[in-house]
């Protein structure tokens, strides 16, 4: 607890002292043969969201309306320090839940070392290689339009090899991003083994199923990624990862061990004009919920979460889920000012089985959508503004419950996650 203080209290200082002194502060200075370099920002939000919670039960209100002002998590506080061939960084992140409540966490903590030849080697945590670009959508937490097009890894701990030179960087990662391992849904329609027979795990002949499986990380993520330009105003960058996985036979009523392959493949650019600058990513992959942090950020309370594998009709082995999507933002000076518009989509397999007895029946397909539009003005060399107006569309819940009228036909309902427009200003000021 005392550590956490200290860092909440350094944190703090920094930024308030860094109103006094930015200049100094983003410069490079001397502590004896080692060069230091100190690095913050401070973000806000003040924002109002308009929810239209979409299909829910008879009775209960269907939109509501919500002032936010809060704190980005993504507030931070770092150190980089270089000496000879090798340098390191440590950054600690701010989340402020209200008035009275504060917390820490580590981002980034890596050492690297120059190896000569434009080849480096990190060891530590930091982004992902893969898919390593972002929007410049801010409100809701900086959402950056997560599950609605684009595709976060987050920060892992890694070893990356980094091979640069004047047309290209090479990167070749290993990485521990098993973000859920505990998504592995095998609690199908088991079947139990009794007197030398089966039958189907139900009341009457049940179990617990619950450490049928023990999860092993058959192999880290293996990570690549290629920027190059092909002219001075492109920037190109493909990506990509695989990992294995193994559900290991746990219980005398499992008869063999599971394999879970996922991988991902990710296309990220930018293309300059004197108009405009656009950028863009386009991805797929297959169980890509897996690893990808905040993949399925729908309203949760009727609809399972996409792009994770799903237990076949026996509960025995994985059905994979394929993922799709993408985002496009233009960027426009106009005077002092940036305008932002962009927009993303995403599209994921639902491959539950239907459960007729239940009245339960899923959707082959589950997506989301989003859109933006901001602009970035300036008021100091190190603080601006950007008012935003954002929309998000959750689509249609996997889950459909099907009912019949009186005349027999049929319909289904519970099926619309609503959507959120957000309206507000985000505030950052940068050491």
């Known amino acids: 607890m005392r550590r956490k203080n200290l860092l909440i209290l350094a ?58 002002m809060r704190m980005s998590p993504i507030s931070r506080a770092g150190l980089w320090i270089s000496y000879g061939k090798v340098s390191g960084f440590v950054e600690y992140g701010l989340k402020a839940d ?32 893969v898919a390593f670009h972002f929007p410049m959508q801010r409100l809701d937490n900086e959402n950056a339009l997560y599950s609605v097009g684009n595709l976060y890894l987050h920060r892992n701990q890694q070893i990356r090899f980094t091979h640069k030179t004047d047309k290209m960087i ?65 920037t190109i960058t493909p990506s990509g990862m695989v990992q294995r996985y193994k559900l290991k036979d746990n219980s005398l009523y499992v008869y063999h061990d599971v394999n879970v392959f996922t991988w991902m493949a990710a296309l990220d650019g930018t293309i300059k004009s004197d108009v405009t600058t656009i950028d863009f990513e386009g991805w797929c992959g297959q169980n890509v919920g897996i690893s990808a942090i ?56 639902v491959r539950n089985i239907d459960d007729p007895s239940n009245n339960k029946f899923y959707r082959d397909n589950v997506s989301s959508w989003g859109l933006f539009a901001n602009f970035k003005y300036s008021l100091t060399k190190h603080f601006y503004i950007q008012p935003e107006v954002s929309y998000f569309n ?16 049929t319909y289904y309902y519970g099926n619309d996650l609503g959507t ?12």
């Open 420 to 431: 959120e427009l957000y309206t507000g200003v985000f505030f950052q000021y940068d050491l």
């Open 11 to 68: 944190l703090s200082a920094c930024m308030v002292f860094g109103f006094a002194a930015s200049s100094w502060a983003t410069q490079v200075f001397k502590v004896g043969d080692a060069n230091v370099k100190l690095n913050a920002s401070l973000r806000l939000e003040a924002s109002y969201d308009f929810q239209d919670r979409g299909d829910v039960p008879y009775g209960q209100t269907d939109n509501t309306t919500n002032f936010n």
């Open 294 to 349: 905040a993949f399925d950020e729908r309203p949760s309370t009727r609809s399972i979460s996409a792009g994770l594998p799903v237990a076949n009709a026996l509960g025995t082995n994985i059905k994979d889920v394929n993922s799709y999507g993408g985002w496009l933002q233009f960027a426009v000076p106009v005077n002092s000012v940036v305008v932002y518009l962009g927009g993303g989509y995403q599209r994921s397999q």
């Open 98 to 129: 209200s008035r009275v409540s504060a917390d820490t966490y580590l981002r980034h903590a890596y050492g690297v070392y120059d190896m000569g030849g434009g080849n480096s080697l990190l060891v530590g945590q930091t982004w992902s290689i």
């Open 170 to 234: 090479l990167k070749v990662a290993i990485e521990d991003n098993d973000n859920y391992k505990d998504a592995f849904d095998l609690n199908g329609v088991y079947w139990v083994k009794e007197n030398n027979k089966r039958y189907p795990n139900n009341d009457k002949h049940h179990i617990d199923i619950s450490n049928f499986y023990i999860v092993e990380e058959s192999t880290p993520a293996l990570d690549a990624s290629l920027t190059f330009k092909p002219s001075s105003n492109i």
């Open 394 to 409: 959750w689509g249609d819940a996997a889950l459909r419950t099907r009912s019949q009228t009186l005349d027999g036909s």
